[in-house]
């Protein structure tokens, strides 16, 4: 059974730019969450999809927002970058709440 | 709402001495319990989980936790440290809302 698969796992912006980063779930996984990590903040919840829906939102400005198609692959976008975006963005998946949370390798955005 | 504390930032253990990671749980519903572990550039890894029943849980890689819901503590125990060990650990707790991390353990393993 194929793991949770992020692209691109690094990336390299400016400034100002805008950013879309993607997540394939494990098939059958209908939930979709995104977290930032930081070292200064460790693991922040972004936010979770369940069935093209967004669930819940973390305390993270505008500029982040995600999607998820029928399919259950879900992306996430980042507006007008700032160097503080700079961190691993991790994608999990699982079956619901409550359930384990299984994560791709991440994202590794960096900003000049 | 739910919160999770991970006491100790930081632990060294030599190997093939006992490892110890503390983590204590704020929950308003029983809580589903969790433990992961992350290698350099890599996503967290499921090491085990607490849902219901046995309180003592055991999981990947000789490591176990107890769940102790009079003193909100799941603390992950391994009776022997081994080198591949070293790595950060993540206690987190899942109820009505979203998953909620702790602030992570990195733990070193000396020779």
């Known amino acids: 059974k194929a793991g949770v698969t992020q692209t691109p796992r690094y990336l390299i912006k400016t400034r100002g730019q805008q950013v879309t980063l993607s997540c394939s779930p494990i098939s059958g996984h209908r939930s979709v969450s995104w977290y930032q990590q930081t070292p200064g903040q460790g693991l922040q919840f972004l936010f979770e999809y369940f069935s093209e829906t967004q669930r819940n939102k973390g305390n993270f400005p505008g500029r982040f927002s995600g999607r998820q198609f029928s399919n259950s692959r879900s992306e996430m976008n980042v507006s007008t970058l700032e160097l503080g975006d700079s961190a691993l963005y991790l994608c999990?998946?699982?079956?619901?709440?409550?359930?384990?949370?299984?994560f791709g390798d991440g994202t590794r955005l960096s900003i000049l | 709402a739910q919160s999770v504390t991970q006491l100790g930032s930081h632990v060294s253990v030599s190997e093939g001495a006992l490892v110890l990671l503390r983590c204590n749980y704020s929950?308003?519903?029983?809580?589903?319990l969790f433990w992961y572990v992350q290698y350099p550039n890599q996503g967290l890894q499921l090491l085990l989980k607490y849902t219901t029943g046995a309180t003592l849980v055991k999981g990947i890689n000789g490591f176990e936790a107890e769940f102790k819901k009079s003193e909100t503590s799941f603390h992950l125990t391994k009776p022997s440290a081994h080198m591949s060990d070293a790595a950060e650990y993540f206690c987190a707790v899942s109820g009505l809302a979203d998953m909620r991390f702790g602030a992570g353990t990195r733990l070193t393993v000396k020779p």
């Open positions: 999990a998946s699982s079956l619901g709440r409550g359930t384990s949370q299984h």
């Open positions: 929950s308003s519903v029983p809580p589903y």
